[in-house]
């Protein structure tokens, strides 16, 4: 059984399978929703990926509640958060995954948020367009005063932190996003400079290390910052392996 205080936080990070994995196996792990829902996804890498990281996310969960990961109960709030239902509902998660690469964060007694994206090639326009149609104007502002050789890694480092302090707060990145502000600047510490109302807790961001390519963000709820233990996946079937933070 995975220990977890309930002053700490662990992220695992995983790649998921490719194309020629075997379903058989991944089969095993999965509730008899999931596996419908995967059997009715026509394209076979798309199959495989959400076979991956449903496979994955119940695998990593199981250890923490010491059950067979088909026998988690799942839960989803009205806007779709995922939730572990009793008797582990005080073990709190959130997933995200892009590409092949899924990070699942895991904590006790407190809400949490994670994102994970891959960049994509943009002009300046394209990402000052986007950025104006989905963030507050004060963040759109602080894009324009960057250098345009900045614009695409600060559109995608402010998009990983809004969306890991939406998905803490268990909301909708459509309904929400133009409601309060982040820093922007990669090379600024991440941070809510003006929040939601109401707001009754205090939500920590933190930017993640993430692959080449990507960006990643988590929030946290709680005003002291909590110990991250960083894990990889992969590595742990053979023996723990701790990434840097």
Partial sequence: MVHLDDDEVH???????????????LRQWLSAEEWQRASSI????QR????????TMRRILAGYCAV??????????????????????????NLSHSGRWFYLAVARHRALGVDLERSRQRSAEQ???????FFHPDECAALRRLPSEQLNDAFLACWVRKE???KCRGATIAHHCH???VTVAPQQPP???????????TIQLLDLQAPEGYRAALAIVGQQRVPLSCHSWRALQSGSERLPE
């Fill in 179 to 181: 409601r309060f502000v």
């Fill in 42 to 45: 026509p394209f076979v890498e």
């Fill in 191 to 201: 941070a809510v400079l003006l929040a939601p109302e109401p707001q009754t807790s």
């Fill in 127 to 133: 990402s000052l367009a986007l950025a104006c149609r």
């Fill in 164 to 166: 890991a302090y939406i």
């Fill in 11 to 25: 992220l695992w990070q995983a790649q998921l399978p490719l194309a020629e994995a075997d379903e058989t196996e």
């Fill in 48 to 55: 495989q990926l959400y076979l991956g990281q449903r496979a």
């Fill in 68 to 93: 067979e990961p088909s026998q988690l109960l799942l839960q989803r709030t009205e806007n779709g958060k995922p939730l572990l239902a009793e008797p582990h509902a005080a073990l709190q998660f």
